[in-house]
């Protein structure tokens, strides 16, 4: 996430940042649990 080197400044451009961040992990691991599931359907 690149939480370590932040190249904005300002509490509320941190907020931002951090709160993208945290929606593309979720949208990243929402997308590969369902791309687990339909390679399970496809195997069976």
């Avoid at 904005?8 to 949208?27: C, D, E, P």
């Amino acid at each position: 996430l690149n939480l370590e080197n932040l190249t904005v400044m300002g509490a509320k451009k941190v907020k931002t940042h951090l709160l993208l961040s945290s929606i593309s992990l979720i949208a990243a691991r929402i997308a590969a649990e369902k791309i687990k599931l339909q390679n399970q359907v496809l195997a069976a």
